[in-house]
Nanobody
Framework: QVQLVESGGGLVQTGGSLRLSCATSVSFLNIYAMSWYRQAPGKQREWVAT????????TYADALRDRFTISRDSAKNTMYLQIDNLKPEDTAVYYC?????????????WGQGTQVTVSS
């Protein structure tokens, strides 16, 4: 079982920045890709960005790529999401997602979520 623990959410003003973290309970050698998703009140969960744990290749939702930066620290088995120039519409619960490989091939895991609230 892989556990994902998000942190870094909070209340920020419009225009501010946050860095979210997602720590995994296993080595990145057992993780193929990690992603961030978000779910705003009354809306469906939407994909934000993905990073491959080996070479760090990244992909982003088109509407978010200018202000969102996904990264990882393999030594710490941790993924990050830097969000700049926050807007009220970024208010959501942000979830970490992992796709397993090797011992965890074919399995997917979710974190518990971290709340981001942007005040206008």
């Amino acid at each position: 079982q892989v556990q994902l623990v998000e942190s870094g959410g909070g209340l920020v003003q419009t225009g501010g920045s946050l860095r979210l973290s997602c720590a995994t309970s296993v080595s990145f050698l057992n993780i193929y890709a990690m992603s961030w998703y978000r779910q705003a009140p009354g809306k469906q969960r939407e994909w934000v960005a993905t990073i491959m744990t080996d070479y760090g290749r990244t992909t982003y939702a088109d509407a978010l790529r200018d202000r969102f930066t996904i990264s990882r620290d393999s030594a710490k088995n941790t993924m990050y999401l830097q969000i700049d120039n926050l807007k009220p519409e970024d208010t959501a619960v942000y979830y970490c997602h992992a796709e397993g490989t090797r011992n965890y091939r074919g399995r997917e895991y979710w974190g518990q979520g971290t709340q981001v609230t942007v005040s206008s």
